[in-house]
């Protein structure tokens, strides 16, 4: 019986729960062996669309994307990291935010930069 990708997906996340990293990276290069095997590469997008939504189905928030107008301090980090555990965690610094943070949680954007509140006042000055 061929199992459909959300199935493997399920399969694969809950395999590797509580498991290091390298033990993930080998899984999932075995994983990637076995459907080159099978002649079934051309699944592999779709199973790793399924790996994400399973993930986020499980743990929450697969990835979170902070951007600062300076590098976040260690205690910051370690606050998103409790507040979305397993998730991947980017950091990017640029400075033409002014301040503030801009914070994605995959594909939810909260804004709370200085630039991100000039481009709304902007817009409503345009549109008054």
Known sequence: MRRTEKQLARAFIDAL????????EAAAAELVAQLHERHELHRLRGLIEAIEGAWREK???????IETAYEIT????????????????????RPEII??????IDDNIIDGSVEGHLQQLNQALRNA
């Open 59 to 65: 743990y929450g928030a697969a990835t979170v994307t």
């Open 99 to 104: 301040g503030g943070a801009r914070l994605r």
């Open 17 to 24: 729960d509580g498991t290091t990293k390298a033990h993930v």
């Open 74 to 93: 260690g205690a910051l980090q370690k606050k998103l990291e409790a507040l979305a555990p397993g998730a991947e965690l980017r950091k990017h610094v």
